[in-house]
């Protein structure tokens, strides 16, 4: 690796640091233990980096936590940082996923939540609005619980025109705004949703994740429950890219950071047992945006792997080169450093894994 690189590590029960600084890695922690972390982000848009983490504490609720020294000290406000106004009549229940803007933002970091709403800060991550515009959509009503809550997990900030932002959500599918939040139209075209009447509603897909290079920011990839899928209008219409994958359900996917076109994600068996197909560790790679598929096995466990991997517990640093990430339920998370050809173990025996995030910080 050319720089320093940091991995925070969410689990159940507080979160780890990994710093690489050379060709080793030195893991800390673990930090807020007795939280669920369901959200980090690691923000180097200024000088020195941020982390914020999404921290659930089962005593005093949710919160959000920031840290500027690479997690030496935290700081937490003594008001909630995130709150829904009292009209809603809506409590916070946790924050799933924290993403900053690109750097034409640098104050702007977006928050998605359970109950499904969108947050917006422009002070770093300190405070932070909701975004009533898509709080206030007539859908918002037909929202449903899927197996993990009803929450937005991810959020898209387009890279060169800061009023696009996409979402996706469980259950309720992919939106997006193009003025800025004010207002939101489903983008869910041609995503099936097998378990209701119509199986293409405009609306009501449970999508599990999305995700998308910079450099093409009208292509997006999508794993549902049930389906994996590609657009290339910016959600406008979807297709199937499932053929050649064991199984087309699982929760993460994942877009190379420096080869657009390439991404991974991790089958499991649908839907109810969730396993790896077969008790074998793989992840797939496709380099031709989904068109094919290759299983990437060295130095996975390829018997007796019973372990999932959720939504945000695969991720790719942006150093040079790239660094790969997955963890799973049973605590194990792996490295690549060849784009996922060969893997190894970073660190084992933590709690069950919930988040991941890296990011070059020397």
């Known amino acids: 690796m050319t720089r320093k690189v940091l991995l925070a590590i969410g689990t159940r029960k507080g979160m780890w640091l990994a710093i690489r600084d050379g060709s080793e890695w030195d893991l800390s922690g673990p930090f807020h233990t007795m939280t669920d972390v369901h959200a980090v982000a690691i923000d180097t848009r200024r000088g020195r980096p941020r982390l914020l983490a999404g921290v659930h504490s089962e005593h005093f609720g949710p919160s959000v936590v920031t840290s500027d020294d690479l997690g030496v000290t935290w700081q937490e406000p ?9 009209d809603t009549g809506a409590a916070l229940s946790r924050v799933w996923q924290l993403t900053p803007a690109p750097a034409a933002g640098p104050g702007v970091v977006y928050a998605g939540t359970e109950p499904s709403a969108l947050f917006r800060s422009t002070d770093g991550g300190v405070t932070y609005d909701l975004v009533r515009g898509l709080w206030d959509h007539p859908h918002r009503e037909h929202w449903t619980p899927g197996g993990g809550g009803m929450a937005i997990h991810s959020i898209i900030p387009h890279p060169e025109d800061e009023k696009q932002v996409t979402v996706a959500m469980s259950t309720g599918g992919v939106y997006r705004t193009t003025d800025g939040g004010e207002t939101w139209e489903a983008v869910n075209t041609g995503v099936q949703a097998y378990f209701l009447p119509d199986p293409y509603p405009e609306f009501g897909q449970c999508v599990h994740k999305i995700a998308h290079h910079p450099a093409r920011p009208g292509q997006l990839f999508l794993q549902n429950h049930h389906g994996v899928y590609r657009t290339d209008d910016l959600g406008a219409t979807w297709h199937s890219i499932a053929e050649g994958l064991p199984s087309d359900f699982g929760f993460p996917i994942l877009v190379h950071p420096t080869r657009p076109g390439v991404v991974y994600t991790f089958p499991l068996t649908a839907d109810h047992t969730r396993f790896p197909p077969d008790g074998r560790c793989r992840v797939y790679r496709s380099e031709d945006a989904g ?54 173990q970073l660190a084992t025996h933590l709690p069950d894994i919930l988040c991941l995030r890296a990011a070059a910080v020397g």
């Open 291 to 344: 068109e094919s598929w290759t299983a990437l096995t060295t130095g996975l466990p390829q018997a007796g792997f019973w372990s999932a991997v959720l939504r945000d517990a695969m991720c790719a640093d942006d150093a040079t080169p790239a660094g790969l990430y997955f963890g799973s339920r049973s605590g194990t998370v792996y490295t690549s450093e060849d784009d996922g050809d060969t893997w190894r």
């Open 78 to 86: 003594g008001h909630a940082p995130i709150a829904f106004p009292a």
